[in-house]
Every structure is written in C-alpha cells, then in structure tokens.
C-alpha cells in the first residue's frame, strides 16, 4: 500500500502529548482533533478524519501492529453496541462539560488555578512543572490541565484496549467517532 502524507499523522500524537509535557498551554492544540471530525461529518457528511486523519488511531496502529505491541484479539461486541458507545459518549460529555464548568469558575473568580491533570477523570497528578503562572489568564491555563487531562485519559483508555484486543479496538467506542458518525446518519436520513 502507497503510504500518504496521512499515514504520518501518528507523529502528531506524540509531538501533542510531548509538547504539553512541557507547557500545558500546547494542550489547545487538542482542539484541532475535536473540532476536524466534527467539520468533515458536518459539511462533507463523512468520517474521513477517523478513517484517515486520526493520529491517535494511527499510533495505536503502529504501536499494535507494526510494532507488536497489541495481542491482536477481536474487539468484543460490546464495544460496539449502541448502548456501550452512546454511554460512553454521555459520560465523555459530562466529564467535558466539567471540566469547561472549572474552567468558568476559573474565569468567574469563584475557583482557583488547579495546576494538575486528572487522569481517568479520577487522580489528580500534580502538573505544576508545565506552566509558569501569569503568562496567560488563569481560565486559559485551567482548560489547557483539563483538556490535556481528557485527551491524556482517552489515551491510555486506548492503549490499554489496543493491547488486550485490535490495535485501533478503540475506534469502536471513540466518543469523537461516536459523535461524527451520529452526525453522518442524521445528514444522510435528511437526505433521503
């Protein structure tokens, strides 16, 4: 198979994760993978971010298959079911809405500046290393440790899945896969 510029959008993954290591306020740059799947299934009616463009999916590809890294056994069915993939997707958002709801309180002046990342939406781990405070308003700095941390999460969710079962086992439940797809079948039913 031809491989494509796209092919190499893996590299993106880590340069993400490795740039918001340093500077949490790289953690904006996440926005890119939220806001493209939602333009292409809104104004093309396709998922050709997640097909193509994914660098998350592509890494888990690499990691997977090209380097072995992944046991290779089918995604289980419930991985795909409606129910487990909408669920999910529910329990994304509110973890989402959250985090912008700290984020407001930041902004509002009723909360303060929480210089670290939760990972799985559960543990706190201190981030303070990754931002000089003052360089930008406090609320930009808390979106930047909240996204990182849901973007960091959904990570390691799908690492942990790439490993048990198929390299991109997690493209079966993505919520940002769950959304555009959702969007593609309500512009194809309008169409019809």
């Given at each position: 198979m031809k491989k494509h510029w796209y092919h190499y959008l893996w590299i993106w993954t880590i340069v993400y994760f490795a740039l918001g290591f340093f500077n949490i306020l790289f953690a904006w740059l996440g926005m890119i993978d939220f806001l493209l799947p939602l333009g292409f299934a809104l104004f093309g009616g396709n998922k050709w971010f997640c097909n193509r463009l994914c660098g998350r999916g592509q890494l888990f590809l690499q990691l997977g298959s090209g380097l072995k890294c992944s046991r290779g056994r089918p995604t289980p069915a419930w991985m795909y079911?409606?129910?487990f993939r909408y669920g999910f997707l529910a329990f994304f958002l509110t973890m989402f809405g959250n985090m912008l709801f700290q984020t407001w309180l930041v902004a509002a002046g009723a909360g303060?500046?929480?210089?670290?990342v939760k990972l799985f939406w559960t543990f706190r781990v201190p981030w303070g290393?990754?931002?000089t405070p003052g360089l930008v308003p406090d609320w930009v700095a808390q979106f930047s440790f909240g996204f990182y941390g849901l973007m960091l999460t959904a990570l390691l969710i799908g690492l942990i899945?790439?490993?048990l079962f198929k390299?991109?086992?997690w493209c079966a439940f993505c919520p940002m896969g769950t959304m555009t797809q959702g969007i593609c079948k309500l512009k194809h039913h309008d169409r019809t």
């Open positions: 079911s409606k129910w303060s500046l929480r210089e670290a290393w990754a931002y899945v790439m490993v390299p991109r086992s």
